[in-house]
């Protein structure tokens, strides 16, 4: 199974695949529809699950924190990325082979896409977006995605644009830095004049920080970036620089947000969010991705 990838219940519900890691009995996912409502936004998120599914949330020492764990039983039907897009033929709506078109591009630049997004749930509007799920055979693939972009082949976010994917969907990223990180974006653009969003899926990053942690608490920091990612979950080196106390040790700081892709090296970061610290090898991980996180950039450059 692929971050992105869907799951629906036996009571009508649509779940996304989240993250790398899952329990033999259980798959992480949240809700996507529910009830008639869409959701996208981790607050929205956290107070369907906390009124209607605690009984999902289980701890899991591997990621340090509370998570929502659909038993496998309670999934009637399980929804694959890459085999959806086997499936699909063009003809089907312009927002398909919209997706088809950008897919056979990719896999020119080594990537193997799969339908995410409201096309996999079947959900989409003639307004939807195009979101494709990745993974990489080559290593030469965002050299592809400018070059794709320096030819005119997909183009940046407009202002505009980006200002109404942030009025849409935006949380965590103050709204003028988010917009001017969408506008710069390569795995979010245009494309034959229709939104797309990539989600180029990485989990050897996220593998090697996994717990048990021998401590996990809620901390307020000071980042500097030292490394940058366009892959998903986002995984930063970074320098830390409050709180001093855990100064010296190695850190990363950890996403599974697409937002949170293409920060460039150099970027300071002031936020709060879970730290977790690994002793036998000295290793802090920080994670911003809890709906009480904040998170503020007090410097960026271009990424790459």
């Not at 307020?220 to 940058?228: G, N």
């Amino acid at each position: 199974m692929l971050e992105g990838d869907q799951l629906r219940l036996s009571d009508g519900s649509l779940w996304v695949v989240k993250g790398c890691y899952h329990p033999p009995d259980g798959i992480v996912a949240v809700p996507r529809l529910f009830e008639g409502g869409r959701f996208k936004r981790l607050r929205e998120i956290q107070d369907v699950l906390l009124r209607y599914y605690r009984h999902y949330m289980r701890f899991l020492p591997a990621l340090g924190r509370m998570v929502p764990v659909v038993p496998r039983h309670a999934v009637v039907e399980y929804l694959s990325s890459f085999e959806a897009v086997r499936r699909v033929s063009k003809g089907v709506s312009r927002l398909h082979d919209v997706a088809l078109d950008l897919s056979e591009l990719l896999s020119a630049c080594g990537f193997e896409c799969g339908l995410s997004g409201s096309l996999l749930g079947g959900y989409f509007t003639q307004d939807s977006d195009v979101d494709l799920v990745c993974t990489e055979l080559v290593t030469s693939g965002y050299r592809c995605l400018e070059y794709m972009r320096r030819s005119g082949i997909t183009k940046g976010l407009t202002g505009g644009e980006a200002l109404e994917e942030v009025s849409s969907v935006s949380e965590l990223i103050p709204s003028r830095s988010h917009e001017e990180l969408l506008t710069r974006k390569l795995t979010q653009g245009t494309f034959k004049g229709v939104k797309y969003t990539l989600r180029v899926l990485d989990c050897r990053e996220e593998g090697r920080l996994l717990g048990p942690y021998i401590m996990t608490r809620e901390e307020r920091v000071l980042v500097r970036l030292t490394s940058t990612t366009y892959r998903t979950p986002a995984v930063y080196a970074v320098e830390l620089l409050r709180p001093q106390s855990f100064r010296g040790l190695e850190t990363y700081l950890l996403s599974y947000r697409a937002r949170l892709t293409e920060l460039p090296p150099g970027t300071i970061i002031k936020g709060s969010g879970l730290m977790h610290l690994r002793l036998e090898d000295k290793t802090a991980v920080i994670n911003l991705d809890t709906p009480e996180s904040t998170l503020e950039f007090l410097t960026t450059q271009r990424a790459y």
